[in-house]
């Protein structure tokens, strides 16, 4: 065969080969996927590896036997925008000033000078798609495809935010709406539905799940970043018919079993594509459990409180992650890690760069591939409500700063009304979370020297904080 007839022939069979999946996007060596699942609501309690009951959740389990479950994963802030601004920027949300829940009448959003993780990783050369709530503002400016994701399909803010509240359906629908606008379902830049309705929200999770079944085959011969931000469990609770009167515990367990059968889906795309093993999908929630909607609302388990708090079952969330190229199957981590530290460990593993400026995640891609003996990388995590430094944890030590906290008044609500809140206040607290998960024993006067060093620390990373804080975007 002559030279020429060679070279016409490797430039037939070269591209074939270099876009096939199974040489170039599932080697060990080449950059892996990322999808990233988040759930709202979801309490640390609310999976079968967690301590569920009254439901199943199969395909977490399988998630979790094939990979690697963090028992002591935090959120940055338990409420549900600021969760997300932290797991997309690496940074506090209060560094970013993205602090609580923005809504419909919010004119605020994240910065145009912030690096989310979709803009780093389009620099790299991955297609990025967010399928869910996004939470992040609501105006042009603040969308998605203006933050390094190629497609965006869903809600803006919480599903809450609408005319259709249990709260308010006793009201004519003139009254509910001086209250709550329509909820929009946005796809691109573009609201394509202005009144998203009960209706339309039985098929929410099903919805997600297909725009993600299809972004995955359209993009399985490329390194791909996925986002699907749940909109359940958070309240009002709907669900198809795949999965209505399914559970034992009724429609929470209901809204969680469908959410399991969609993390199977996006699963079996992956294997299905031969492009699993090097794909890292880490599920977990944005906070934990909305514990004054009683049977509409999650467990935390053993942990005291919940969302909205700084206490373990406002701040500790379930989190497993799949990836079978580097991590062990039925793998466990006991060591503290955050949403926070997902962006600078996906910068790592993939060779990106940015931003410029300071960020407060860490590298802890250690804990996925030695998660018995590494350490994480940080002295302390810092759990804030709104503005307040609340609550300092390091090592086995949480420390909790005087400060006022919501607490159920009796008993919680039903169907989906809430049960009423008081306010109670907790002096100067020490824990130890290795021998006292529920916070129950107060040791800061049994370990003086615990007590100061962690008051310290509190204080110095408070004063830098506030003192480096960076502006949100605005109109």
Known sequence: MTTNRLLTLASYLLPALWATPSLAQDSPDSPPNVVVIMTDDQGYADTGKFGATGFKTPHLDRMADEGLRFTNWYVPQAVCGASRAGLLTGCYPNRINMLGAPGPSSRTGIAEGEMLISEMLKERGY???????????????????QHGFDEYYGL??????????????????????????????????????????????????????????DFISRNRSKPFFLYVAHSMPHVPLFVSD??????????????????????????SALRKHRIDRNTLVLFTSDNGPWLSYGNHGGSAGPLREGKGTTWEGGQRVPCIIRWPNRIKAGSVCHAPAMHIDVFPTVRSLVKGKGPAHRIDGRDISNLFTSPATAKSPHEAYFFYRGDQLEAVRSGQWCLHLPHAYRSLKGGPGRDGIPGPYLQKRTELALFDLGRDIGQKKNLAAAHPAVTTR?????????ADLKASKRPRGSL
């Open 127 to 145: 297609a990025t798609a967010l399928f869910g709530k996004w939470h992040l503002g609501h105006h042009e400016k603040f969308l998605p495809l």
């Open 454 to 462: 962690l008051q310290t620390m509190a204080r110095k990373f408070d």
């Open 156 to 213: 803006p803010y919480s599903n809450d935010m609408w005319p259709h509240h249990p709260g308010v359906r006793h009201l004519p629908m003139e009254k509910r709406l001086q209250r709550w606008p329509h909820l929009p379902m946005i796809e691109g830049n573009r609201i394509i539905n202005r009144e998203v309705t009960p209706e339309d929200q039985v098929n929410l999770t099903t919805s997600y799940t297909e725009k993600a079944l």
């Open 242 to 267: 795949k999965f209505k009167g399914k559970s034992e515990q009724g429609l929470y367990g209901d809204v969680i079993m469908e959410i399991d059968w969609s993390v199977g889906q996006i699963l």
